[in-house]
C-alpha cells in the first residue's frame, strides 16, 4: 500500500504541471496563419463597432497578409477564401473580395458565410439583383445570415461587416 502512494506521489510529481491544462494562457499550440487572420478579424470589427477605422483598418490589413499565406499554404479552402473576400471588402477592394467570394462559391456553392457576404458587397455596389439571388440560397438555412442579408438588401439594417 505505501508503495503505491509513493508511486502516485513519485508520478505526480514528475508529470509537466500545465502540459494540458485547459485553461492555461500558454498552452503551448502553435496557430495557424488562419486562425490569427480571424483573431485579428475580429479585433477589427471590435475598433469598427466602436468607429475606430484607422485601427479597424490596420487590423483588417493584418489579416488579410496571414490569410494570403494560408491560402498559398492551404489552397481552396472555402472559409479561407470567404475571410479573404471579407478583409478586401471591409478594405473598400470590393472588385477582390468579389473574386475571393466567387472562388470560395466554386468550392463550396452553399456556404453560409460567403453567400452572406457576398449579398451585402452586391448591396454596397448597389448590384440588388444579385443580392437577392444569394438570398435564396440562404432562404432554407434556418441562419441569422438570412435575416441579416434581408435586412440589408431592405434597407432596414446597415451592414455592419
Do not use: W
Amino acid at each position: 500500500m505505501i508503495k503505491k502512494i509513493f508511486f502516485t506521489l513519485f508520478l505526480l510529481l514528475t508529470l509537466p504541471v500545465n502540459s494540458y491544462s485547459a485553461g492555461s494562457a500558454d498552452s503551448g499550440v502553435v496557430k495557424t496563419n488562419y486562425e490569427k487572420a480571424v483573431a485579428h478579424i475580429k479585433q477589427a470589427k471590435k475598433y469598427e463597432k466602436k468607429n475606430k477605422i484607422k485601427k479597424s483598418n490596420k487590423k483588417y490589413e493584418k489579416a488579410l497578409k496571414l490569410l494570403i499565406k494560408s491560402n498559398k499554404e492551404k489552397p481552396n479552402n472555402a472559409d479561407t477564401l470567404n475571410y479573404l473576400g471579407f478583409t478586401t471588402r471591409k478594405l473598400g477592394d470590393y472588385k477582390n473580395g468579389e473574386k475571393f467570394y466567387l472562388e470560395g462559391l466554386a468550392i463550396e456553392q452553399d456556404h453560409i458565410g460567403i453567400n452572406e457576404y457576398l449579398g451585402e458587397l452586391y448591396v454596397i455596389t448597389n448590384r440588388i439583383d444579385l443580392a437577392k439571388e444569394r438570398l435564396k440560397i440562404l432562404k432554407n438555412c434556418n441562419c441569422e445570415e438570412y435575416d441579416q442579408l434581408r435586412e440589408i438588401i431592405q434597407g432596414t439594417k446597415k451592414s455592419k461587416y
